[in-house]
């Protein structure tokens, strides 16, 4: 069985100098706090050890997610597709773009497209200034994205901005009404607003949700479970958002959580290959 | 064991021309986004249909809750009343009021209690404009409800609104205390706002949950029950938001929700027979 | 193993003119619905026999917490110290400050350090005007209390406020971030928002929380247990609310929640003796 992980962010290029492996210790003690030991391939910075650990964890594709942001660092969106083009066909890359100035973020998206990736992330709760996703400032980047049929990773659960309504989840429900043909992924799945954020994905077809490394063992686990097991098979995907958690260990745990074999294979894979457009289901 | 049904749209009159039976594929989507299959007296529109389904399901009493909204379509007042009447024993009937004229709503309101119906259904979300329900526009009619004893159904939970805001435990938690003895049922029990809206009801003695469609093996799930078999089981209200769910197979998940027996008792009729004044205690 | 209660207002000096005392009933009553029958030292008012009471729930130690508050009552600061210079090694005071006025507030905090106070209690959603926790009018308060490294007990959570929005979770997650140095413990462990309020805490290491009689088989135990086995157990305090819960049947119930051994042990002492700096763990 393929296993698509849908936040990965490696230890090459651009990422090296973003917070994430900039800040070891911040990152580590995140890694802890969740249950795990920190991935050997990180501490070392290592593309070799990071391939063989998608390996021994049975990951066959990784989305490597770019990031343009005020406080967490940024990627160049040619640094996301060089990644890519260097281990063909294991991963999948999705651009950034900045949402402080809609002209450079046109800009930057119809860049992604030329340079074949496949989504465009945009992480506006740490910019400068911080924005909720249902900010006006946001819309005419989403009325872009919707008219040339991009679909988006948003970052909007966890630490997504200066305080916890920057994470709410009326931010995500106006914005998926208003662009009902926009397809978005919301990174971090919406946590610690569960019960509610899975109520908008019930609402709006054209929400996915990327619980990621606020998954396992943490509170709202339970209610993420409760709808993955009924109508959210459809719309959750797998994401171990290394380098915060490592891949073997989190894929061991994931795969003991009380998921029907039906929904645990969509959240898997089946789900990110029909919004990837990978073909695995065909082959 | 009697079991009193809290939210019963029948295929009948007016109800016809409303969304849930106007708009099939969209209600039966719903249905099975829940885990049931639609209802053959749904698929028929059929009131002997459903009388005999009632019987199967042991319901002996439903509570036929009209509407009046600008996005759902709405239900005359006479047209319950006569649902009511067509059949002897079986229903009880519960008008609505056009929130968006205060004047309008208490002509409404006094209709419906010269028709014999029991409570008067609010649905501020899903009018034009949508309000929340603690807009001040709506005090005025909640002031003539406490003040004539009338009981106010409102739906403050699913997608009762533009947005997630419009669910918000915060709307019914100040109209409860600015409305100190006025009955306030609220249909789909503030979903997904669970833990949240259960902590209002234990504020609010005045307040009663009627979660319908959104309980079972939904996200919040663990939070109704656990609340139900402690602090809130007088407060708790069967219902099956019928032509959502069908009678039957809801009824059976609903029975083996790991209830305590007396709470299983107070919700399924001791609370609503209590509320509507039937007497079958008594009996 | 010693136990220590981080709310607990004995039946005494001016705790007993103060609203859980005075209006019996209104108590009595929330100790009901909380599965609880109220203790025989709250009926008589029986100094002796609530030490009779700590002695059999093995409570080694309660943290007498003093209130000033327009609605519920008010103690004074000298009264709080007094009843732990009455009794010995048995409880630890926390005194309160009017948030009303700030220079009163400090003057009161002041007070409190001559008596040898531990922390300063403030409850700014039952003042007149009720104020939330991340009100401006406050934050003089708290960067005194932060410059002087006074820990605030602050209550945010259960009935603090005319609605629930005084409860909400960016209220302490912006004060928190205004304030990183200020050590805060929220009374009522910011119930019912737990899913939130706890993820308050992953990010905010200066805050603990003390869910106490909001904790025992009410909604939201799941997810507040999930949380005290992984990261929240560092952040987590034990407190019985007394007189609102009984102390033995709370310690019961508490020892058969489902927690790991080492969770356990720092909620029940270890997390309160390094905040009160008790030394404990080091005899």
């Known amino acids: 069985m393929p296993i698509i992980d849908f936040r990965l ?7 090296l100098g973003t917070k994430i492996y900039a800040n070891a210790a911040n990152r580590d ?3 802890r706090r969740l249950g795990f030991d920190p991935a050997p391939s990180v501490q070392a ?9 998608m390996q021994a964890a049975g990951v066959t594709r990784g989305v490597v997610v770019g990031r343009t942001t005020a406080t967490l660092g940024s990627v160049p ?9 260097d281990h063909p066909g294991l991963f999948v890359g999705v651009g950034s773009a900045d949402t402080t100035d809609r002209h450079r973020a046109v800009a930057m998206i119809e ?18 200034p911080p924005l909720r996703a249902d900010d006006r400032r946001l ?34 429900d106006r914005m998926l009404a208003d662009f009902p043909k926009l397809t978005v992924i919301c990174s971090h799945g919406g946590w610690p607003w569960v019960q509610e954020m899975v109520s908008v994905a019930f ?13 396992i063992d943490l509170p709202g686990m339970d209610d993420y479970l409760r709808a993955a097991n009924s109508f ?40 990110a290959d029909a919004l990837l457009g990978l073909g695995l289901a065909a082959a």
């Open 9 to 15: 962010r490696p230890p090459a290029r651009g990422f």
């Open 29 to 31: 003690r995140y890694t």
């Open 45 to 53: 910075q290592s593309m070799d050890m990071l391939v063989a650990e």
């Open 77 to 85: 969106n040619e640094d996301v597709a060089a990644i890519v083009a």
């Open 111 to 128: 860049e992604c497209r030329r340079l074949g990736l496949a989504m465009v992330n945009l992480e506006p709760g740490v910019m400068d």
């Open 139 to 172: 819309y005419p980047i989403y009325a872009h994205c919707e008219d040339t049929a991009m679909p988006l990773v948003i970052m909007a659960g966890g630490g997504a901005g200066p305080d916890i309504t920057y994470t709410a989840p009326e931010c995500l």
């Open 203 to 215: 609402r709006r077809p054209n929400l996915f949700l990327c619980p990621d490394m606020y998954l």
């Open 232 to 271: 959210l098979a459809e719309q959750l995907l797998f994401g171990t958002a290394y380098p915060f958690c490592p891949l073997e260990p989190y894929v061991e745990r994931f795969m003991r959580l009380p998921l029907k074999a039906e929904a645990r294979e969509r959240i898997l894979w089946r789900n």
